[in-house]
């Protein structure tokens, strides 16, 4: 159990503007980690051993990109106890992302708005503070790194920036997620549509084959999808998956639907809305994408994990992993075990 409880930092941070909040934990962790002052938010890790696409995971709990879009925060951020944590959105050339304000919290409902749209430092950046981070690999944890194109690439030459970032981070990844679903950059969600993703995966796939055989060592990817998609998208998503050997799927990113929100404070801002209100629709996206993959496929869950049931609502929509985000935020950092202990107890 971490030395001091959310509970007491959480009214400090929600008094304080949501990014500036997030920037000033962000901060802190960096600076702190892998010293002694890591106490004051470490946990044991649950262990509940998987092996999926290939790879042995700790426990079934992740983080979900977005959170350290620099990777600057690793080590710290592994110490909570997750099994496996994602970093990015990373794009080859740095970019301020969109204008600011660009976050909301929504409490009523535990949920935020965002419209960050990629906000980070550049490629070299990021690998170099991968490179610095090493206890959290070293007690077994497993990196993502997930990758997007730059909102000045225009949408067909796209693919560029994927193969970029491909050759970039394939060295030093676990996994890579190919991020084609975050609302927040201008035409991103087109890539989800039948040619474009056939030609995005195929030239991915195609480049990663010559990486692994150069490299020799195989790095399974991902590719993340939005919940706002019907059963016929879901079902030539889930074809193109198989017709190019992608190795597995992460589901879902944040929604446009404001459906849950109505009549809240902030409710219309424009951008992508998490937490809570998105654990449904996320789940119907799982539960369709495992009918259409079969039994075996590696599937991710995230979206709307604020609690150790809220989890194995994702297991038993057909996820083998599941990611947390925004419930980080609103329950801090004893949700990962409770959810890690949760999934351990699965039927």
């Known amino acids: 159990m971490a030395l001091i409880p959310y509970a007491l930092a959480r009214p400090f941070l929600f008094g304080m503007d949501p990014e500036a909040a997030h920037d000033l934990t962000m901060q802190r962790l960096a600076q702190f980690q892998n010293t002694p002052l890591q106490c004051l938010w470490a946990?044991?890790?649950?262990?509940?051993?998987?092996?999926?696409?290939?790879?042995?995971?700790?426990?079934?709990?992740?983080?979900?990109?977005?959170l350290d879009k620099n990777g600057r925060c690793i080590d710290g951020l592994g110490a909570m106890g997750f099994g496996f944590i994602e970093v990015g959105t990373v794009t080859p050339k740095g970019q301020p992302g969109n204008p600011k304000p660009r976050m909301f919290r929504l409490p009523e409902r535990q949920a935020l708005i965002n419209r960050l749209g990629f906000n980070n430092e550049g490629l070299d950046s990021f690998l170099a503070n991968v490179k610095r981070a090493h206890s959290f690999r070293a007690a077994g944890g497993v990196l993502?790194?997930?990758?997007?194109?730059?909102?000045?690439?225009?949408?067909e030459n796209a693919v560029d920036d994927y193969l970029i970032g491909l050759e970039g981070v394939f060295p030093h990844a676990d996994y890579i997620t190919v991020n084609i679903s975050s609302p927040n950059t201008k035409n991103l969600r087109a890539l989800q549509s039948d040619e474009a993703l056939d030609g995005l995966l195929g030239a991915l796939t195609e480049r990663k084959a010559r990486l692994s055989q150069a490299q020799g060592r195989q790095v399974p990817m991902?590719?993340?999808?939005?919940?706002?998609?019907?059963e016929a998208q879901i079902g030539v998503i889930a074809a193109t998956l198989r017709k190019h050997g992608v190795e597995g799927v992460i589901a879902t990113n944040t929604t446009l639907s404001r459906e849950a929100?109505?009549?809240?404070p902030h409710a219309q801002e424009a951008?992508?809305?998490?937490?809570?209100?998105?654990?449904?629709?996320?789940?119907?996206?799982?539960?369709?994408?495992?009918?259409?993959?079969?039994?075996?496929?590696?599937?991710?869950?995230?979206?709307?994990?604020?609690?150790?049931?809220d989890a194995r609502s994702k297991l038993a929509a057909g996820a083998d992993?599941?990611?947390?985000?925004?419930?980080?935020?609103?329950?801090?950092?004893?949700l990962v075990p409770e959810a890690a202990r949760a999934l351990a107890r699965r039927p």
Do not use: M, W
Not at 144 to 155: R, V
Not at 261 to 264: K, N, P
């Open 321 to 334: 992993l599941v990611q947390v985000y925004s419930g980080l935020i609103y329950r801090g950092s004893a």
């Open 43 to 66: 946990q044991p890790r649950v262990s509940d051993p998987v092996t999926v696409a290939g790879l042995k995971f700790p426990n079934r709990v992740g983080l979900a990109a977005g």
């Open 144 to 155: 993502g790194l997930n990758i997007g194109k730059n909102a000045a690439t225009p949408i």
């Open 261 to 264: 929100v109505q009549g809240l």
């Open 271 to 309: 951008g992508g809305l998490s937490g809570a209100p998105v654990l449904a629709a996320s789940n119907r996206v799982i539960a369709a994408l495992r009918a259409a993959l079969g039994a075996a496929y590696p599937i991710i869950g995230a979206g709307g994990v604020l609690s150790g049931e």
């Open 222 to 230: 991902f590719l993340k999808i939005a919940p706002d998609l019907d």
